[in-house]
T-cell receptor, first 115, second 119 residues
Framework: ETGVTQTPRHLVMGMTNKKSLKCEQH?????MYWYKQSAKKPLELMFV???????ENNSVPSRFSPECPNSSHLFLHLHTLQPEDSALYLC??????????????FGSGTRLTVV | AQKITQTQPGMFVQEKEAVTLDCTYD???????LFWYKQPSSGEMIFLIY??????QNATEGRYSLNFQKARKSANLVISASQLGDSAMYFC????????????????FGKGTKLSVIP
């Protein structure tokens, strides 16, 4: 039990499919994040939510649509993805947005393959 | 310019030996935090150690220590007595204290170093 649970662990989807990734944290944190990790590239921050409000969207294509219904749950809705979107998608949470000492707790990730 | 630089794509170490993973960073912010994470093949990012920019002493957590050289802007991770289970990707990350445009308050990661422990 890591405190941050991501489902599914693996996902294969066609370019015309619609799917959703789910993240749930049991730590009482108030900030949640989506990261994308592609091979041979640094982790890329996609979205940031603080107290359910989106505070960052790092120029992510609209085919990725986040949703944060409450501070414990975060979704990433996927539609009409491209093969280059295949990656490991990591969810993280933290106690606060400010304060340099607040590290993140990560989930195990969803390994997405777009065919 | 890259904010976090990890120059070693891959490292090998003999079991029970110590190993140093390099990390340099770039910031003009006086307040920042430095983190190291381990990512095994399973994918999960595991927090290892934290160093604040104002901390006077180098951080230590069990077999992990952080060699913090502020003037050189380096924050190298030292793993003592390597174990086979230490084989993984290791990421250095930084969090800056001042809001400065898009992406503030986020953790910025380096590209990582793949550590392989040899029996």
């Amino acid at each position: 039990e890591t405190g941050v649970t991501q489902t599914p662990r693996h996902l294969v989807m066609g370019m015309t499919n619609k799917k959703s990734l789910k993240c749930e944290q049991h730590l009482g944190h108030n900030a949640m994040y989506w990261y994308k990790q592609s091979a041979k590239k640094p982790l890329e921050l996609m979205f940031v939510y603080n107290f359910k409000e989106q505070t960052e969207n790092n120029s992510v294509p609209s085919r990725f649509s986040p949703e944060c219904p409450n501070s414990s749950h975060l979704f990433l809705h996927l539609h009409t993805l491209q093969p280059e979107d295949s990656a490991l998608y990591l969810c993280a949470s933290s106690q606060g947005m400010g304060g340099v000492g607040y590290g993140y707790t990560f989930g195990s990730g969803t390994r997405l393959t777009v065919v | 310019a890259q904010k976090i630089t990890q120059t070693q794509p891959g490292m090998f170490v003999q079991e029970k030996e110590a190993v140093t993973l390099d990390c340099t960073y770039d910031t003009s912010d006086p307040s920042y935090g430095l983190f190291w994470y381990k990512q095994p093949s399973s994918g999960e990012m595991i927090f290892l150690i934290y160093q604040g920019s104002y901390d006077q002493q180098n951080a230590t957590e069990g077999r992990y220590s952080l060699n913090f050289q502020k003037a050189r802007k380096s924050a190298n991770l030292v793993i003592s007595a390597s174990q086979l289970g230490d084989s993984a990707m290791y990421f250095c990350a930084m969090r800056e204290g001042q809001r400065s445009g898009a992406g503030s308050y986020q953790l910025t990661f380096g590209k990582g170093t793949k550590l392989s422990v040899i029996p």
